[in-house]
């Protein structure tokens, strides 16, 4: 079975203090792991898709990395505009499902 | 603009009652899925489909139901059946090799009163 553990629960920042989030995952053979940002109340909004090892994406503030094991969200000089959860998915090669951790909710503070 | 729309936003259900949720995409997806949200807790998958007149249940199908008579449409009953259905219930729908996951709708927030 798929498992995705996302940590820490909740991160509070200050605004220009940098920080990483974790994803660690489980899976037989991976498509794709997704992040995505989800505002309180709203549907989760597409951040990144990382298919290999060692592939990076960034956008904006953010960085997205993985290994064979997990996945890095680098959240550079964060604003409060940042504040959010951010979910961690994987996708097996056998399958299109995806299976979600519970998030990580940013706090970043003025 | 295409997207996918839930509807409503906020529903409350009766003791007892059935009740059901909208989606509508008008992405031109193949694959649609339900997911359930609780406090702390990943998402649940519930039911998906990735043709018409077709379903698959998911993780958490137990007390729900679906259909799939159209394309761009995949309403979610919850029944009685359902003990612990207060929880934010978000559709999602994709193109199978989509490199962008899910899109997801706005999610519909229900509680038992």
């Known amino acids: 079975e798929d498992q995705v553990t996302q940590s820490p629960e909740a991160l509070r920042l200050q605004e220009g203090e940098s920080s990483s989030l974790n994803c660690s995952y489980t899976?037989?053979?991976?498509?794709?792991l997704f992040w995505y940002r989800q505002d309180p109340g709203k549907g989760p909004e597409f951040l990144f898709t990382?298919?290999?090892a060692g592939e990076e994406k960034e956008k904006e503030r953010l960085k997205a990395t993985l290994t064979k094991k997990e996945s890095f969200l680098h959240i550079t000089a964060p604003k409060p505009e940042d504040s959010a959860t951010y979910l961690c998915?994987?996708?097996?090669?056998?399958?299109?499902?995806?299976?979600f951790g519970a998030g990580t909710t940013v706090t970043v503070r003025a | 603009d295409g997207g996918i729309t839930q509807s409503p936003k906020y529903l409350f259900r009766k003791e007892g009652q059935n009740v059901t949720l909208s989606c509508e995409q008008n992405?031109?997806?193949?694959?649609m899925y339900w997911y359930r949200q609780d406090p702390g807790q990943g998402l649940r998958l519930i039911y998906y489909?990735?043709?018409?007149?077709?379903?698959q249940k998911g993780d958490i199908a137990e007390g729900y139901s679906v259909s799939r008579e159209k394309k761009e449409s995949f309403p979610l009953t919850v029944t009685s059946a359902q003990k612990n259905p207060t929880a934010f219930y978000l559709c999602?729908?994709?193109?199978?090799?989509?490199?962008?996951?899910?899109?997801f709708g706005s999610g519909t927030r229900l509680t038992v009163v």
């Open positions: 992405l031109n997806h193949d694959a």
């Open positions: 990382l298919y290999s």
């Open positions: 998915a994987v996708q097996p090669v056998n399958d299109y499902k995806l299976s």
């Open positions: 899976v037989s053979g991976l498509r794709g």
């Open positions: 999602a729908s994709t193109l199978t090799g989509d490199n962008y996951g899910y899109t």
């Open positions: 489909s990735q043709i018409v007149n077709d379903f």
